[in-house]
């Protein structure tokens, strides 16, 4: 299981040389004024993907609580142009760090970077760092909860267990990283504890969402609100982490 991935670390500067800043992608979006503190910091950061979605959801999180940070957050420009990053390592925050570190000698803006997914107790930790190509390139989300089901069974019948016994326990995990001007400013992580259902329920969410059972709120992330999920997902609590990170760094 990964180890790094569930805790907060930040990387030793490294040298790299940087490239002129980087144009805008898509129309730069800020906090609103009444979401400020009187002593807000400002802050114009490129997100290392070309997925809008990806970038709507930080949007959101960000704009949902009072903070000390005005953050302008963007795509980073001409994102499938550049020399690709190939997430090799084996743990989220090591993933998520190598993009970062990896797009910032694109830009003199600070880039963020993440890497997230599924760890299974039952599992030995898979998917892992793998969530996302667990069947396969170009898979649906249908084909990789049809292949964590399947191997789940195969676990079950080759522990002897029943399906009550097996032991269903899981985690989303979630790695967010900051490079600037060539080195990692910050690597923060965080996690949210579940169980596996044998059949998917619900129509929100994306990835194994429709099968992870939340049971604080007693139901599954396909099945909750927007609020909701951002409240308690691993990606929503790292997030708000960063931006605690940024409130208060003396780096940026």
Request: net charge neutral; charged share 25%; hydrophobic share 40%.
């Given at each position: ?10 990387a ?7 490239a ?36 709507r959801?930080?949007?959101v ?51 963020m970077a ?97 099968v ?17 999920k ?23």
């Open positions: 299981m990964p180890g790094p991935a569930d805790r907060s670390i930040r030793t500067p490294v040298t790299t040389a940087t002129a800043a980087a144009g805008e992608a898509l129309p730069a979006e800020t906090l609103p004024v009444e979401k400020l503190t009187t002593e807000t910091k400002a802050f114009r950061l490129l997100l290392a993907s070309s997925n809008a979605g990806k970038l959801e930080y949007r999180l960000a704009g949902e609580q009072p903070s000390a940070v005005s953050l302008t957050l963007e795509l980073f420009p001409d994102f499938a142009g550049r020399p690709s990053f190939e997430e090799t390592a084996p743990t989220f925050a090591e993933n998520a760090a190598g993009k970062a570190l990896h797009y910032s000698r694109f830009t003199s803006l600070p880039v993440d890497d997230s997914g599924l760890v299974v107790t039952a599992l030995g930790g898979a998917p892992g760092v793998y969530s996302a190509r667990y069947a396969g390139p170009g898979a649906t989300d249908a084909q990789r909860i049809a292949k964590l089901t399947e191997k789940l069974q195969d676990e079950m019948r080759r522990a002897g267990r029943s399906s009550a016994a097996l032991d269903r326990s899981a985690r989303f995990v979630c790695a967010i990283a900051l490079a600037v001007h060539g080195r990692v400013a910050a690597v923060l992580s965080d996690s949210v504890s579940g169980e596996l259902l044998d059949r998917p329920r619900g129509n929100a969410g994306f990835g194994y969402d429709p992870f059972w939340f049971p604080p709120l007693g139901k599954t992330f396909a099945e909750m609100s927007e609020e909701e951002n409240l308690y997902s691993h990606r929503g609590k790292a997030f708000r982490k960063m931006l605690e990170f940024l409130a208060s760094s003396p780096v940026l």
